[in-house]
């Protein structure tokens, strides 16, 4: 979801049933059918109450780099936090078309990767995380800092079973991946980041 104007947002997607189920939800929530623009990809939405309920609940109004988790879902429980990533993960990840196939989503707010990867522990997934530099996708040739949050072997599995995705065209493409996860060129072990480090802490700790 993105800001557009004053008292205004916007949600975009090309796959036809999620945009359908954002609207759904808009009408069933908020009593309010989003207009669409753009061809139909955008789904905009001009409501002052509306957005000042979603500033409340954490959404804020700041650049994609500035962009966290909104604190109630971070609070909220491990079926709601499913819902969210499942969410997430539709609009922002998707499965790479390269062996080992793997998720991969990216964001260009450092805090937000950092948000995701707590969230993903909750569900005992364990994800690398990457600075990468890119183009904005908003036709810009500048270059900046991305961050790219990836998941492989058994913990692509856990997503399968645990969270999954909205669409059926993704959900489809995970089930491919899930088939090689962990055989052929793949490693069947999880490596969890900075394990050693603590372990060092730990032993240092005990004797």
Same mark, same amino acid.
């Given at each position: 979801?993105?800001?557009?104007?004053?008292?205004?947002?916007?949600? !975009?997607?090309?796959?036809?049933?999620?945009? @359908?189920e954002?609207t759904?939800?808009?009408?069933e929530?908020?009593?309010?059918?989003? %207009?669409?623009t753009k061809? &139909?990809?955008?789904?905009?939405? /001009?409501?002052?109450?509306?957005k /000042?309920?979603? *500033?409340?609940?954490?959404?804020?109004?700041?650049?994609?780099?500035? %962009?966290?988790?909104?604190?109630?879902?971070?609070? !909220?429980s491990?079926?709601?936090?499913?819902?969210?990533?499942?969410?997430?993960?539709?609009?922002? &990840? &998707?499965?790479?078309?390269?062996?080992?196939h793997? #998720?991969?989503?990216?964001?260009?707010s450092?805090?937000?990767s950092e948000?995701?990867?707590?969230?993903?522990? *909750?569900?005992?997934?364990? @994800?690398?995380?990457?600075?990468?530099? /890119?183009? @904005? !996708? =908003?036709? !810009?040739? =500048?270059?900046?800092?991305?961050?790219?949050?990836?998941?492989?072997?058994?913990?692509?599995r856990?997503?399968?079973?645990?969270?999954?995705?909205?669409?059926?065209? %993704?959900?489809?493409g #995970?089930?491919?991946?899930?088939?090689?996860?962990?055989?052929g060129?793949g490693?069947?072990?999880?490596?969890?980041? &900075?394990?050693?480090?603590? #372990?060092?802490?730990l032993? #240092?700790?005990?004797?």
């Open positions: 979801m993105s800001e557009s104007m004053q008292n205004s947002f916007s949600f !975009s997607n090309y796959d036809k049933d999620v945009l @359908a954002y759904g939800l808009c009408e929530l908020f009593g309010i059918t989003p %207009k669409p061809g &139909g990809t955008y789904l905009l939405i /001009r409501n002052a109450y509306i /000042r309920f979603l *500033n409340y609940c954490g959404v804020k109004n700041v650049l994609s780099a500035g %962009k966290e988790i909104p604190w109630v879902i971070l609070q !909220s491990k079926e709601i936090v499913r819902e969210y990533l499942k969410t997430y993960f539709e609009g922002e &990840g &998707g499965i790479t078309s390269y062996p080992p793997c #998720l991969e989503c990216t964001t260009a450092k805090r937000m948000q995701l990867k707590v969230l993903l522990l *909750n569900f005992g997934i364990v @994800a690398r995380r990457w600075m990468c530099m /890119r183009a @904005a !996708s =908003n036709g !810009s040739r =500048n270059e900046r800092r991305y961050w790219k949050i990836g998941l492989t072997n058994y913990s692509i856990i997503v399968e079973t645990e969270i999954g995705f909205l669409s059926e065209r %993704k959900k489809l #995970l089930s491919r991946a899930c088939e090689t996860a962990g055989s060129g490693s069947k072990i999880d490596i969890v980041p &900075g394990a050693e480090r603590l #372990l060092r802490g032993k #240092l700790g005990i004797m």
